[in-house]
């Protein structure tokens, strides 16, 4: 035969032998090409995930497409990678498995194993994946199975995995996650349309689909009856899912889909697929956000739309269109959507015909039923579940009576009377779920709707177990129940079970499951269990090292790695992890050397090495914990395994501050503390110190923040670090702890620690002397060692404002150096509190005894630029009348007082210090302020100053006042000549004349000489107010006229002559001038001068005018009497205008203010009113 062959192969031609040759160096290029890919793929750790997935999808086109007769070869390489880290190559060996499965099903038992491992794949990616797949395998599966010609136990096997698997994919309905949810509802779709017989109306059928007419009726393990009644059950499931209250969106758009598609295919779920969405018209889910409702509302018309053209769908016309009304849509859509006359028409006449009738139905021809053995009838009987007390197809009758029950009940009086009632029950405002899915009705009252909302009505009460179509169904699902259980007894009493005994006392029953369980599918790409053989001892076929031998075998194995570390370095490259896991282990194990050479190898560069440093740290703390177990014996010295791990871990600290540069070393000792295992004691001193310099505090705070934030176990130890760096004797470090105890405080978890630890150090102020165990050698409190303990609470306080009340404790029983420091420290506190805090206002409302300093300073800051609120106010003035007779608490709140008590409080507020009564004059006159757009005082300049005339002697000395009033004249920007004017205005018309009147007209003159004419104006009022009256002001008077010549001779002249003479008396200085003003009168002028004045002057008359000096005498005395009398008629508002025009002028005015020669002073000297006059020369 051999022979025969090899002739036959020598006869071919050259061409087909080339030929073959050419197959198979394709084939073997194919298969070099496959191996390599899978190689490339498994062995390759640095490849990434997309490069491998590629890789795979190559090696699926050339064995699954381009060479099948590979698939079996290499299907256990492909399925191995089903254990692969990455998400993404799991999920490609899924999708192996379907296309695989699609190409050759055969390969069914080896891959269904792997399927449902991945099944339970950790990530949900995968999973969605799996039930893709099934998806389309398990149609596949069934046509392989009903095909097959020859149907072994291995099928039988395969499809129970194929049913467990199934089973489990139905249950993930009730999965948390959407994306299952919406692949099982797919999955779910597919077992009902693929489990049901076919229809007339369904669509035809194409060459890859399946149906249950195609399942044959010999399959012992496939009924075709148990696979009808399971997607029966499933769809009910679809339905009451569709149905849920707390359905996504999602999930609710793509149970509604998949349930018209059932309808589309299989027509007998027609009815039960509109009630459903008739159902959910009326009852949305409420959880459902308003774009959500209206999206849901959009599917749904849409879906009633694709039935309303199915031929199946005539009988429900009337329904869907009064949904499709209720959902918005106009008439034409309606009856675009509607089917043709003519398919109408020809369904009527095929069903008429009885060829829509299903094969497994009732109506079927006798010819159509199927042959049913005995014993498959029997094993049905012992997988048969009880039914539900309620099926959904009940519910969907109950639904049906329930609005046939309606339909005469819905009456105007009865529906008025339902409307009434609910509007008591009404929410005020329109929920936005009824806004969003409510259409206006159309077609109200009509019969058609009237039916169409008992249907809403009766779906909403059946939903709730009410109605009496619930009622029914109830009951005949207990009758029909107790039915089948008496027909079971009886059928069980009448024909008792037989089994066949067998030779070996087995019986038929037995056999059959111990056949079934011998065929157990495995896993595929898994290497099988072997039986165990014997390990090889080496420690018997090997002689022990001596401990030189074996240390300098260590020695040069950690140097051959670092050697190779130095020249991987050199090339850009890394250690290998296990390199590094070789190096730590022997590090911690052995020490000594290998410690020493480690280490040295870190320290050559840091930066790159930080990654073994924080292993052999790893490594050392195992050890410590007892995670590691210790080797047989140590060659080298090493101590403990505590002192180990602190050893190196400080060393290592330590070096990094030594010997790293300062653009490394923050980084590096950073990411040290925070990646360490533990952190030792040893390790926070260094951490400490390294925060106590300045140039690396910030950094030092912040990783001690890090472990505060990110290390539960020892938060509290590094917070108290943290807070003891507040009281630090640097400034610096004091400042930038305490602000990130303050940002830990402001986060609430440690409030109650960070709040106790400062008041623990403000308390220790109330210590004779500092605690020796804070500030050693210092017996005296300094204001650094003040500020050091209320460094901390003094940031505390504006977030707590609470511990206010502590301070004010503190500085009653504080030393004097102490009050004074915290008096200056309190001004950032107190503005951070603000004016409006309840616990400083309560401070104020109940000050202890002693804190008044304090709290006067606190009000001062609140006050300082802003004026106080009325709610300080009112406490201040509380605690003033009730408990505080000290008059510097008012001075912070003078404006926010009325202009009463603040007059009644000057003769006891400028008797204070003159730099203290400066502030309070400036709080008054708004001095103090940056824009006085927003100042307000009780009291204007002119009020305060006419006040300050107006002390009583008897409660302030004149002094005092005078001092007072200087003050005032200082601040020229606010008292000009006006405001003087008005002041002295008021002054002049009071009685008795205020006694420094005087000294201020005088003042007013030094410092506006334009105010010359006024106060000659003054002057001569003051004569006719009969000055002399008053000494002190008479005195002034006096000195006025001398600072005032020559322009207040004239009114010395009007002066009566023993008041002259008085004047000459007091200053002498005055009569010369006086007597050379009069003598260059000219006789006429000199003749209008009173005798007496003339007779002071040592002056004589002319004899020809001596008869007329005493009508001058008259005259003069008639102008007086006019003069007092104008005067007293003037308001204040209208001589103070006067008085500021007519002696605002220049100096040439004021100086030549008196009348000239030619000027005639028309007098009226008539008694009864006669328009006799007299001309007089001035």
Request: net charge neutral; hydrophobic share 40%.
């Amino acid at each position: 035969m051999a022979t025969k062959k090899k002739a036959l192969e020598m006869r071919r031609s050259t061409a087909a032998q080339f030929f073959m040759d050419e197959e198979q160096v394709e084939q073997k290029s194919t298969s070099d090409r496959v191996v390599e890919l899978i190689n490339f793929s498994a062995l390759h750790q640095s490849i990434k995930d997309h490069h491998k997935v590629n890789n795979l999808r190559q090696v699926q086109e050339l064995i699954v497409y381009k060479e099948p007769d590979l698939l079996d070869n290499f299907l256990d390489e492909m399925l191995a990678f089903q254990n692969d880290r990455s998400s993404e190559v799991r999920k490609f060996v899924v999708g192996f498995i379907e296309e695989a499965c699609k190409k050759d099903p055969d390969i069914f038992p080896k891959v269904l194993v792997n399927l449902r491992m991945m099944f339970r794949d950790e990530a949900v990616a995968v999973q969605k994946r799996v039930i893709q797949a099934t998806t389309q395998l398990y149609k596949v599966a069934l046509r392989w199975i009903c095909q097959a010609k020859k149907v072994d136990d291995l099928m039988e096997t395969s499809w129970e995995y194929i049913r467990s698997l199934k089973n489990d994919i139905v249950s993930l309905l009730d999965c948390d996650n959407d994306g299952i949810r919406t692949h099982t509802i797919k999955f779910m779709e597919m077992l009902v349309i693929l489990q049901t017989y076919p229809d007339g109306d369904s669509p035809k059928k194409t060459g890859n689909d399946f149906a249950l007419d195609d399942v044959p009726l010999t399959l012992k393990f496939i009924k075709p009856r148990k696979l009808e009644e399971e997607a029966k059950q499933v769809f009910d499931a679809l339905v009451v899912f569709h149905g849920t209250p707390h359905i996504s969106s999602i999930n609710l758009m793509t149970c509604m889909q998949a349930l018209v598609l059932i309808a589309k295919h299989r027509s007998e779920f027609m009815s039960r697929v509109i009630q459903a969405l008739e159902s959910l018209h009326a009852n949305l889910p409420p959880t459902l956000a308003k774009s959500q409702v209206s999206s849901v509302r959009k599917h749904l018309k849409l879906q009633l739309l694709i039935l309303m053209k199915h031929p199946a769908a005539v009988d429900y016309h009337g329904q869907i269109s009064t949904l499709l009304t209720d959902l918005g849509a106009t008439p034409q859509e309606i009856s675009k959507s509607m089917p043709k006359p003519d398919e109408i028409k020809k369904r009527a006449r095929l069903i008429e015909e009885g060829v829509t009738a299903a094969p497994g139905s009732a109506s079927a021809p006798p010819s159509v039923k199927r042959i049913k053995l005995e014993a498959e009838e029997e094993e049905e009987e012992k997988e048969e579940e009880d039914t539900s007390p309620i099926s959904k197809s009940a519910t969907n009758t109950a639904i049906d009576i329930t609005a046939e029950d309606l339909v005469p009940r819905l009456t105007t009086v009865n529906v008025t009377d339902v409307v009434l009632v609910s509007m008591l029950s009404l929410p005020e405002v329109m929920p936005a779920h009824f806004q969003a899915s409510y259409t206006p009705i159309a077609v109200a009252g009509t019969e058609t709707q009237i039916k169409h909302l008992a249907r809403l009505i009766s779906t909403q009460m059946t939903a709730l177990g009410l109605g009496k179509g619930v009622e029914e169904m109830i009951a005949k699902a207990k009758e029909q129940q107790q039915q089948e259980e008496e027909a079971m007894q009886t059928d069980e009493a009448a024909q008792p079970k037989q089994t066949i005994q067998t030779l070996l006392g087995g019986t038929t029953a037995d056999a059959k499951k111990k056949e079934a369980k011998s065929t157990i599918l495995v896993p595929t790409g898994f290497e099988p269990k072997s039986r165990r053989l014997r390990q090889l001892n080496l420690s018997d076929i090997t002689r022990p090292l001596s401990d030189e031998e074996m240390t300098q075998m260590l020695v040069c194995t950690v140097r051959r790695i670092l050697d190779a570390g130095r020249e991987s370095r050199a090339l850009n490259t890394s250690i290998s992890p296990v390199q590094v896991k070789i190096l730590a282990g022997l590090a911690t194990q052995f020490g000594g050397e290998i410690s020493a050479m480690l280490k040295g190898y870190i320290l050559e560069d840091l930066r790159s090495h930080v990654d073994i440093a924080l292993a052999w740290l790893y490594e050392e703390y195992a050890q410590l914990q007892g995670f590691l177990q210790g080797g047989a014996g140590n060659p080298m010295e090493k101590s403990t395994s505590s002192d180990s791990y602190v050893h190196c871990l400080t060393n290592l600290l330590v070096d990094i501050l030594q010997k790293c540069e300062s653009r490394d070393r923050d980084a590096l000792f950073s990411r040290f503390f925070l990646e360490i295992p533990s952190i030792t004691s040893e390790a926070l001193i260094i951490l400490k110190q390294y925060c106590q310099n300045e140039s690396t505090v910030a950094n030092g705070l912040s990783i001690l923040r890090s472990l505060v934030d990110y290390r539960p176990p020892g938060q509290i130890e590094y917070l108290q670090k943290l807070l003891e760096l507040t009281v630090s004797q640097n400034q610096e470090v004091r400042l930038q702890a305490a602000k990130h105890a303050k940002q830990l405080h402001e986060r609430g978890n440690f409030r109650p620690i960070i709040e106790d630890f400062a008041l623990m150090y403000l308390r220790y102020l109330l210590e004779p002397s500092p605690p020796q165990h804070l500030f050693h050698g210092c017996h005296v409190w300094t204001e650094d060692n003040t500020k050091i303990c209320m460094q901390l609470y003094i940031n505390l306080l504006p977030v707590n404002h609470k511990l206010i009340h502590d301070l004010a404790v503190v500085y009653v029983g504080a030393i004097a150096e102490i009050k004074r420091t915290i008096l200056r420290g309190l001004e950032g506190p107190v503005k951070g509190m603000g004016m409006s805090s309840p616990e400083l206002l309560l401070l104020v409302e109940n000050c202890p005894k002693g804190a008044e300093t304090l709290v006067t300073r606190i009000i001062h800051i609140l006050t300082d630029k802003t004026p106080p609120s009325s709610e300080l106010v009112a406490r201040v003035r509380d605690l003033y009348h009730k408990r505080v007779s000290d008059v510097r608490f008012l001075i912070p709140v003078l404006n926010g007082l009325s202009k009463k008590e603040v007059i009644a409080a000057l003769p006891k507020l400028i008797k204070l210090n003159p730099i203290v009564v400066k502030e309070v004059f400036n709080r008054l006159l708004g001095s103090h302020v940056e824009s006085t757009a927003n100042f307000t005082s009780p009291v204007s300049p002119a009020e305060l100053l006419v006040a300050l005339h107006n002390i009583d002697p008897s409660k302030c000395d004149v002094k005092t006042v005078i001092k007072a009033t200087s003050l005032c004249f200082a601040e020229k920007h606010i008292y000009t000549q006006e405001v003087l004017a008005v002041v002295m205005q008021q002054l002049m018309e009071q009685s008795p004349l205020p006694t420094l009147l005087m000294r201020t007209v005088i003042q007013s003159l030094s410092l506006y000489p334009r105010l010359l004419g006024f106060i000659m104006n003054i002057l001569q009022r003051l004569i006719i107010k009969q000055v002399w009256k008053q000494k002190k002001v008479w005195e002034g008077f006096i000195k006025c006229c001398q600072r005032t010549k020559p322009q207040s001779l004239q009114v010395l002249l009007q002066l009566p002559a023993e008041q002259l003479r008085n004047v000459f008396q007091v200053s002498p200085d005055l009569q010369q001038p006086l007597v050379q003003h009069v003598s260059a009168f000219t006789d006429h002028q000199r003749a209008h001068i009173p005798e007496s004045i003339l007779e002071v002057l040592n002056l004589s008359r002319p004899k020809a005018d001596s008869d007329k000096s005493k009508s001058a005498d008259k005259d003069k005395e008639s102008i007086a009497l006019k003069i007092k009398r104008d005067s007293s008629r003037e308001s204040r508002d209208s001589r103070e205008a006067r008085d500021s025009r007519d002696y605002s002028g220049s100096r040439s005015e004021r100086d030549s203010w008196r009348p000239s020669s030619n000027t005639k002073i028309r007098l009226s000297t008539s008694e009864d009113g006669s328009a006799a006059s007299q001309e007089l020369d001035a």
